[in-house]
């Protein structure tokens, strides 16, 4: 996404002006396909890059627009985060080497990217979901401050009308509410584009869904998120969530899609269903200024560029988006692919999008009608197993009931990805290459999401060291293991020690505190305070409303002091916790520095500070043990010089 000339105020005159406009330009594609102009007789693919930017702790760099001055080539732009930046690659005609040369132009970008950004003292990663980043880097002071990007902001939060909830159970649970749009930043992807031909997009687009679970299971890369143990490809069930602006309550009595999704059916004929639906069924969020009539322009025989339709397709993303573009004056047709994660490496990239253009090529031949062998709603179950197993999840495929991904893949899906790209016309070398790098990760059974989790699951069992710094060491190690170039199966696991200086991973307090809770609620009895600090060997229970809120703190002082009371009284009676809770409690956020913390500590002579967020709720706990785990680690690494 890049900068877009936008009125001064996204009023409703604005807005229904704007939707005047779209009509138009839906009217003038309709032409065009009735006047059979769409550009048929080339077939080109193409590429977008996303990309995370990390400073030297590996966090997120919030420096793009430094590092885009500093890049200065017009195929690189924004993103919504000020910590992403996008590459676009020039397109290529199908056949020949045009594997070959879209990787080649990936690395002499990203090569260029990587030495502006070392000017800067910065780096770049290729991945679904950065491990390092928190809840804390989602400001709006984060995001890029572009005037599309804030006015895209408002207009999801006054569609939505209320905040954003995430919920996502994979083996952990997220749990999460957030004020605006920037979880989407948390993404990044390596979005393909494929041209087809008026006739064909129909029938293309429908593989394209069907063919898009197998594709993503043998190529997740995002299992991590704020922590937590999630989907093998947490980017769908984040994307989906992050930018829906459905009303929370009140949808269980009418059907509904999120702004992502999977879309709801097969496409009959043309890619002006899809287009229509999306108009229908989606608010116009940002209005443009648009100077052009696009029958006007057809009357005289040009090409219309469509800037209305095009900026609305842009704030709907289905995982399969239908583009219109021109190319050489000419009119064409894409489908873009979106479902793709960034990284692990770039080889790995330019594999599957070796599988998924093979596979559109092949399936297409082998089943020339996929929805007369299988139903939609079977192609959109398939993609949310793959989202959430990987390379273990089992498909419904035409003639199989239940196949497992992988014996799919490499017993049909793969031979038919090769007979696909030898009809394209691609040099079979190139072919065997980048296929031969997705049979061996399936086979090896190592996506870069099983590599994560395998090296995350070493280090655990080693050392069951500080889980940030553990964050830390997978970003350090697939920063390297990207510069070396090789693919994700031939990579070695991550190791602790590669998370560099253990100085640096405890600055903040969100790296320290401890975040699996326990808590009671004013109304519980003490006893049950009691036994949760006698069962967690803990001093302090916090203490939460319904909403988790922190209204207060049980210490062990207090709960003695009580025992004493009653004991001295002689009449023990049934206690709420409201009665003995401390209420005025010092408090710290989670991107508060850790000598902050320790100093306050000291100051308020207390061991804990409770950790709340900006509307008071508890998300942590930050204790003297803490502490000292901490003391001990840097007392190692210290005696180790």
Same mark, same amino acid.
């Given at each position: 996404?890049?900068?877009?000339?936008?009125?001064?105020?996204?009023?409703?005159?604005?807005?229904?002006?704007?939707?005047?406009?779209?009509?138009?330009?839906?009217?003038?594609?309709?032409?065009?396909?009735?006047?059979?102009?769409? @550009?048929?007789?080339?077939?080109?693919?193409?590429?977008?890059?996303?990309?995370?930017?990390?400073?030297?702790?590996?966090?997120?760099?919030?420096? &793009?627009?430094?590092?885009?001055?500093?890049?200065?080539?017009?195929?690189?732009?924004?993103?919504?985060?000020?910590?992403?930046?996008?590459?676009?690659?020039?397109?290529?005609? !199908?056949?020949?080497?045009?594997?070959?040369?879209?990787?080649?132009?990936?690395?002499?970008?990203?090569?260029?990217?990587?030495?502006?950004?070392?000017?800067?003292?910065?780096?770049?990663?290729?991945?679904?979901?950065?491990?390092?980043?928190?809840?804390?880097?989602?400001?709006?002071? &984060?995001?890029?401050?572009?005037?599309?990007?804030?006015? !895209?902001?408002?207009?999801?939060?006054?569609?939505?009308?209320?905040?954003?909830?995430?919920?996502?159970?994979?083996?952990?649970?997220?749990?999460?509410? %957030?004020?605006?749009?920037?979880?989407?930043?948390?993404?990044?992807?390596?979005?393909?584009?494929?041209?087809?031909?008026?006739?064909?997009?129909?029938?293309?687009?429908?593989?394209?869904?069907?063919?898009?679970?197998?594709?993503?299971?043998?190529?997740?890369?995002?299992? !991590?998120?704020?922590?937590?143990?999630?989907?093998?490809?947490?980017?769908?069930?984040?994307?989906?969530?992050?930018?829906?602006?459905?009303?929370?309550?009140?949808?269980?009595?009418?059907?509904?899609?999120?702004?992502?999704?999977?879309?709801?059916?097969?496409?009959?004929?043309?890619?002006?269903?899809?287009?229509?639906?999306? *108009?229908?069924?989606?608010?116009?969020?940002?209005?443009?200024?648009?100077?052009?009539?696009?029958?006007?322009?057809?009357?005289?025989?040009?090409?219309?560029?469509?800037?209305? !339709?095009?900026?609305? &397709?842009?704030?709907?993303?289905?995982?399969?988006?239908?583009?219109?573009?021109?190319?050489? $004056?000419?009119?064409?047709?894409?489908?873009?692919?979106?479902?793709?994660?960034?990284?692990?490496?770039?080889?790995?990239?330019?594999?599957?999008?070796?599988?998924?253009?093979?596979?559109?090529?092949?399936?297409?031949? @082998?089943?020339?009608?996929?929805?007369?062998?299988?139903?939609?709603?079977?192609?959109?179950?398939?993609?949310?197993?793959?989202?959430?197993?990987?390379?273990?999840?089992?498909?419904?495929?035409?003639?199989?009931?239940?196949?497992?991904?992988?014996?799919?893949?490499?017993?049909?899906?793969?031979?038919?990805?090769?007979?696909?790209?030898?009809?394209?016309?691609?040099?079979?070398?190139?072919?065997?290459?980048?296929?031969?790098?997705?049979?061996?990760?399936?086979?090896?059974?190592?996506?870069?999401?099983?590599?994560?989790?395998?090296?995350?699951?070493?280090?655990?069992?080693?050392?069951?060291?500080?889980?940030?710094?553990?964050?830390?060491?997978?970003?350090?190690?697939?920063?390297?293991?990207?510069?070396?170039?090789?693919? +994700?199966?031939?990579?070695?696991?991550?190791?602790?020690?590669?998370?560099?200086?253990?100085?640096?991973?405890?600055?903040?307090?969100?790296?320290?505190?401890?975040?699996?809770?326990?808590?009671?609620?004013?109304?519980?009895?003490?006893?049950?305070?009691?036994?949760?600090?006698?069962?967690?060997?803990?001093? %302090?229970?916090?203490?939460?409303?319904?909403?988790?809120?922190?209204?207060?703190?049980?210490?062990?002082?207090?709960?003695?002091? *009580?025992?004493?009371?009653?004991?001295?009284?002689?009449?023990?009676?049934?206690?709420? +916790?409201?009665?003995?809770?401390?209420?005025? +409690?010092?408090?710290?956020?989670?991107?508060?520095?850790?000598?902050?913390?320790?100093?306050?500590?000291?100051?308020?002579?207390?061991?804990?500070?409770?950790?709340?967020?900006?509307?008071?709720? *508890?998300?942590?706990?930050?204790? @003297?043990?803490?502490?000292? $785990?901490?003391?001990?680690?840097? *007392?190692?690494?210290?005696?180790?010089?």
């Amino acid at each position: 996404m890049g900068e877009t000339k936008l009125p001064d105020a996204q009023s409703t005159e604005a807005l229904q002006l704007f939707s005047r406009h779209v009509l138009a330009d839906l009217r003038a594609l309709d032409r065009i396909l009735e006047e059979r102009r769409i @550009e048929s007789d080339v077939g080109r693919i193409g590429a977008e890059q996303e990309l995370f930017l990390v400073d030297t702790d590996f966090r997120p760099a919030p420096r &793009n627009l430094e590092l885009l001055e500093a890049i200065d080539d017009p195929h690189f732009t924004t993103e919504l985060g000020r910590f992403n930046i996008e590459f676009n690659l020039d397109p290529v005609r !199908l056949g020949d080497d045009c594997l070959r040369s879209m990787e080649r132009q990936v690395n002499e970008l990203l090569g260029k990217a990587r030495d502006a950004a070392a000017g800067l003292g910065i780096d770049l990663l290729l991945i679904g979901i950065l491990p390092t980043v928190r809840v804390s880097d989602l400001t709006l002071t &984060n995001m890029t401050p572009i005037a599309r990007y804030r006015a !895209l902001n408002e207009a999801m939060n006054r569609v939505r009308g209320t905040h954003y909830r995430l919920r996502i159970k994979g083996r952990d649970e997220l749990i999460l509410e %957030h004020d605006n749009v920037m979880l989407e930043a948390c993404n990044t992807s390596f979005q393909l584009h494929f041209q087809v031909a008026q006739d064909e997009f129909a029938r293309r687009y429908n593989i394209a869904q069907a063919v898009a679970a197998p594709g993503l299971a043998c190529a997740t890369n995002s299992p !991590l998120l704020f922590g937590r143990q999630l989907w093998r490809e947490t980017r769908i069930a984040l994307f989906q969530q992050s930018v829906d602006t459905r009303p929370p309550t009140g949808g269980e009595l009418r059907e509904s899609l999120p702004r992502v999704s999977f879309g709801r059916q097969w496409v009959r004929q043309s890619a002006l269903e899809i287009f229509r639906e999306d *108009l229908a069924r989606f608010r116009i969020l940002l209005a443009t200024e648009v100077d052009e009539d696009p029958i006007a322009v057809l009357d005289a025989g040009g090409t219309p560029r469509l800037d209305a !339709l095009r900026m609305h &397709n842009g704030t709907v993303y289905r995982w399969n988006r239908p583009c219109y573009g021109i190319s050489d $004056g000419k009119p064409h047709l894409r489908i873009e692919n979106r479902v793709l994660p960034a990284g692990p490496s770039a080889r790995d990239q330019m594999a599957n999008a070796a599988l998924w253009f093979g596979m559109m090529e092949g399936v297409a031949h @082998e089943y020339p009608d996929i929805t007369r062998v299988m139903s939609f709603g079977t192609a959109r179950e398939n993609f949310v197993w793959a989202a959430r197993l990987g390379l273990g999840a089992t498909f419904a495929w035409p003639g199989r009931d239940k196949v497992a991904a992988a014996d799919l893949l490499l017993e049909e899906l793969l031979p038919l990805a090769r007979s696909g790209l030898h009809s394209l016309g691609i040099d079979a070398a190139d072919s065997d290459l980048y296929l031969g790098v997705v049979e061996e990760r399936i086979r090896s059974r190592r996506t870069g999401s099983q590599w994560l989790l395998d090296s995350l699951a070493a280090m655990r069992d080693n050392d069951g060291g500080v889980r940030g710094e553990q964050l830390v060491a997978l970003t350090a190690a697939t920063i390297a293991r990207q510069r070396e170039g090789g693919a +994700v199966h031939t990579w070695a696991l991550a190791s602790e020690d590669e998370a560099g200086s253990p100085a640096k991973l405890f600055q903040r307090v969100e790296q320290l505190m401890t975040t699996d809770l326990f808590t009671v609620s004013e109304d519980e009895l003490v006893d049950m305070a009691a036994h949760v600090m006698d069962w967690r060997h803990v001093r %302090h229970v916090p203490v939460e409303d319904g909403g988790h809120r922190l209204v207060g703190l049980v210490t062990h002082r207090a709960l003695l002091r *009580l025992l004493v009371d009653q004991l001295s009284s002689g009449r023990p009676r049934p206690t709420p +916790v409201r009665e003995i809770m401390q209420r005025e +409690v010092i408090t710290v956020r989670p991107e508060a520095s850790s000598r902050d913390a320790l100093q306050l500590m000291r100051d308020h002579r207390i061991s804990v500070l409770p950790v709340v967020d900006r509307d008071g709720r *508890l998300v942590g706990i930050l204790s @003297e043990r803490d502490f000292m $785990g901490v003391a001990g680690r840097l *007392l190692d690494a210290f005696l180790d010089r």
